[in-house]
């Protein structure tokens, strides 16, 4: 190695070659020359934003402003139909002080046309499982199903939504196909339910489809004990009597006598028990026309609300296979899984046009005074069942609020 290539020796200063304070300096230059890029940079980004905040507010505002509007007007109501006022309102006059949501409703204000009872809105059914699955009410204008197995108190669900009906001082129809009418009318009594004011207040009609079959009317009617004859006497005027019930259209003229007796137009509850009778005395085709007819012509037409009840055992899930037939349908099983050597009931809703409703499954019981009534099967499942009147022992099984079970 040559002398001036040894590290320590470096060439002097204005000969060839760079010293390492030059070396230095320029680095130094570079690092300022970044860093006043980097500034520059950085303030313009500063000035164009502020440029873009100065130039926002406007738009900005003006979007806020069209947003709040909109939000008011859906909040505002009509005062003669009640529902949102969708689009720009209508000014009042000084007979019908507005804003209206059209001048249908302005004139009908003015005219004293009163619409706006709530009745054929939504309805809440007073079942407690029902209830917390459609926690916004029932449309009051819907035919809806409730099918389920066998053992699943299809029938004392019927008849609470009729009891609940009469104790909120509404009427009630009963179309009965399986039974007669001094055995609809224990189902209620069995539930520690004193039918007898009601009966006397006008406020309930059976649709009897059942007696009128009895080949010996006389030897079934002689055959009542005190009992059955003193309440058979009670609520003889609120039988309406059909002679044939394989003709759908004898049944539906004799629903619409006892809809008319009892004044039912946006009040009440009917209830048709069952569907699976009907099956057995006409051809499906007849049974699907009936319940299109009864639909238009009780639930949509007068807004009355009908529950009808089927069962699912058999081939067929459902006694008419066209589901859209119906407005609601409401499935009940029953479930061994969720508790070990327990088979539970339980209640969901599959289906229900113009509601919203909980997709979940609501585990309940039935209980003498009370009715259907929701547990938790988890925890409450023996205070519930040793009770034996559904009002439990030790640890209450109460319902504080939508208690649902199963997956």
Request: a negative charge; glycine letters at 8%.
């Amino acid at each position: 190695m040559d002398d001036a290539d040894r590290p320590g020796n470096r060439p002097p200063e204005g000969q060839t070659g760079r010293t390492v304070d030059e070396k230095r300096q320029r680095r130094h230059q570079r690092q300022r020359q970044h860093q006043h890029q980097h500034q520059h940079q950085h303030q313009y980004q500063q000035r164009q934003y502020r440029q873009d905040q100065h130039r926002e507010p406007r738009y900005r505002q003006d979007q806020h402003r069209q947003l709040q509007h909109r939000q008011h007007r859906r909040q505002q109501r009509c005062p003669h139909c009640t529902y949102p006022i969708a689009d720009e309102p209508v000014q009042g006059t000084d007979d019908a002080p507005g804003p209206f949501c059209s001048e249908a409703c302005r004139d009908g204000e003015a005219d004293d046309e009163i619409v706006r009872e709530h009745g054929y809105k939504r309805f809440p059914t007073g079942v407690e499982p029902l209830d917390a699955l459609v926690p916004r009410g029932i449309p009051s204008n819907a035919f809806v199903l409730l099918t389920g197995d066998e053992g699943t108190r299809r029938s004392e669900l019927t008849t609470e939504l009729v009891w609940r009906a009469l104790t909120r001082g509404e009427p009630a129809v009963i179309v009965a196909f399986n039974d007669p009418p001094i055995a609809v009318l224990e189902r209620f009594f069995t539930l520690d339910w004193n039918l007898l004011p009601f009966l006397e207040m006008d406020r309930l009609r059976i649709v009897d489809c059942f007696t009128h079959r009895l080949e010996d009317r006389d030897a079934f009617q002689s055959t009542r004990n005190d009992w059955g004859q003193f309440v058979g006497g009670v609520a003889e005027d609120a039988v309406v009597a059909v002679r044939d019930p394989s003709d759908l259209r004898e049944v539906a003229s004799a629903l619409e006598r006892a809809l008319d007796d009892l004044e039912m137009t946006e009040t009440g509850v009917t209830v048709l028990d069952s569907i699976d009778e009907i099956d057995t005395l006409v051809q499906d085709r007849l049974l699907h026309n009936f319940v299109k007819d009864v639909r238009a012509t009780v639930c949509k037409a007068r807004f009355v609300p009908m529950f009808a009840s089927a069962t699912t055992s058999g081939d067929r899930a459902y006694p008419i296979d066209d589901e859209y037939v119906f407005d609601g349908i409401v499935d009940l099983r029953l479930a061994d899984h969720i508790v070990p050597e327990t088979r539970l009931t339980q209640l969901g809703v599959r289906k229900l046009v113009g509601a919203q409703f909980v997709p979940q499954w609501a585990t309940y019981a039935v209980g003498p005074g009370r009715g259907l009534f929701t547990f938790d099967p988890a925890t409450e499942s023996t205070d519930v069942f040793t009770a034996g009147t559904g009002t439990g022992t030790g640890t209450e099984a109460r319902f504080d609020g939508p208690s649902y079970g199963g997956p």
